[in-house]
Structure formats: C-alpha cells, structure tokens
C-alpha cells in the first residue's frame, strides 16, 4: 500500500480565512513534505518533516504554518493567505530502503484564494 | 539555478510511436533518479527510477536510459498510447548521502499522444 491521502481535494478560501489542509499515511515512513505546485510548473519544495520535527523550511512566509502531530499525520494551516497562494498543495512521504528513497505523492488539494 | 534540466518542455507524438524525454544533470552527489508522471489534477506518480549504477531499466513500455560520464539520462515511452498522454517530471536526490531524500525536478515534459 503506497497511499497517501489528502484532505479537502478542493478549497476555496478568502484572504482572511483561516483554514488547514491534512495529509494521511500509514505506511510507517517518517519524513513527510508540503510541496506547492503551480500550473504547467513543477512541485516547489515548502517544508520537510523528519521524525515529526520541521527539518526544512524553504523561506515559505509565516502565513503557511505546519505541524506535524504525530508519524502519520501532516497539516498545513493557512491564514491570511493570498490570491498567488492559489495552487495545487501537494503531501508527499518518502520511504528508503536499501539506499533506495522513494517519495509518494497524494493527489493534492486546489486552494483557491479569492 | 537548475538542478535537474528537462527537454523538452512539450512533446506530440502518434499512438504507437516512441517518445523520448531528456534530462540532464550536474551534481555528481546525486545518486537517484526517478521519473514522475502526472495527469491533470491529480499528484504525480512515481513511473520509474534508476540507480546510476546501471545504464538502462525497462519497465514494460517505459525504459529509462541512463549515461552516467554524460551526466544524462531519459526516458523513453515505446508504442505510446493516448493514455501516455500527460506530464512527465524526471528528479534527481541523494539518496545515500541524505536523511531527507531531497527531490529535484526538471521543468517538466507536456506528453500529448495523438490516436
């Protein structure tokens, strides 16, 4: 089973919103990554969580606030957010073995900032 | 700057053709490859992946090829079907040498397969 899922698949939010995105896995893998993806572009990496402590934050604005409760569980909670924050916010968690790392991606959810 | 670079940006091909994307690299740290493929909407999948170890891996119709002196490596999409038609991401990361399994991607390749 190599399923992560996300929840809502779609939200649309105003710019004084506060609102929060979730991501499931149950596979065991303990790093688990927000990446924002915006269209015809690649996934930009936003924040890494290893063994549920933030371990990369890629300058992302304070108004994008993760948290990671426990191995299984990642949120990203939004507030005040932007029109240009609308994009495709994508969970990903990585297993290694062997040397082998292997990240797996969830379908993403469509943030839409009015 | 560009870690991972990918050409090229979009591709069209008949149903049954080869389809052939590139990507190039330049840290040499870098020891893990992997191809995403990604349909409209939905995160991107993990197709296939190398280890620089070996210079080629087939995987029923898709094939990476992989020159590690180069630098480069691509992918190639035999008797390619509509249903190809989508788009493709090659990355690159350090595998042995991080904790954190960092992805790279190139810009992407728009696949479209005509019938």
């Known amino acids: 089973d190599t399923e992560v899922t996300q929840t809502p698949k779609h939200l649309v939010m105003g710019m004084t919103n506060k609102k929060s995105l979730k991501c499931e896995q149950h596979m065991g893998h303990r790093a688990m990554y927000w990446y924002k993806q915006k269209a015809k572009k690649p996934p930009e990496l936003m924040f890494v969580?290893?063994?549920?402590?933030?371990?990369i934050n890629e300058s992302v604005p304070s108004r994008f606030s993760p948290e990671c409760p426990n191995s299984s569980l990642l949120n990203l909670h939004l507030h005040a957010l932007q029109p240009e924050d609308s994009a495709l916010y994508l969970c990903a968690s990585r297993r290694k073995r062997g040397g082998v790392d292997t990240q797996y991606f969830g379908p993403g959810t469509r943030l839409t900032v009015l | 700057q560009q870690q991972v670079k990918q050409s090229p940006q979009s591709l069209i091909v008949q149903k049954g053709g080869i389809s052939i994307i590139n990507c190039a690299y330049e840290n040499t740290a870098f020891d893990y490859f992997p191809w995403y493929q990604q349909f409209p909407g939905k995160g991107p999948a993990l197709l296939i992946a190398?280890?620089?170890?070996?210079s080629e891996k087939k995987e029923g119709r898709f094939t990476i090829s992989f020159n590690k002196s180069a630098k480069q490596f691509s992918l190639h999409i035999m008797d390619s079907q509509p249903g190809d038609s989508a788009t493709y991401f090659c990355?690159?990361?350090?595998?042995?040498?991080?904790?954190?399994?960092?992805?790279?991607f190139g810009r992407g390749t728009q696949l479209t397969v005509w019938p």
């Open positions: 969580y290893s063994y549920e402590k933030l371990s």
């Open positions: 990355a690159a990361s350090r595998g042995r040498g991080s904790t954190l399994g960092r992805l790279y």
């Open positions: 190398i280890r620089p170890d070996v």
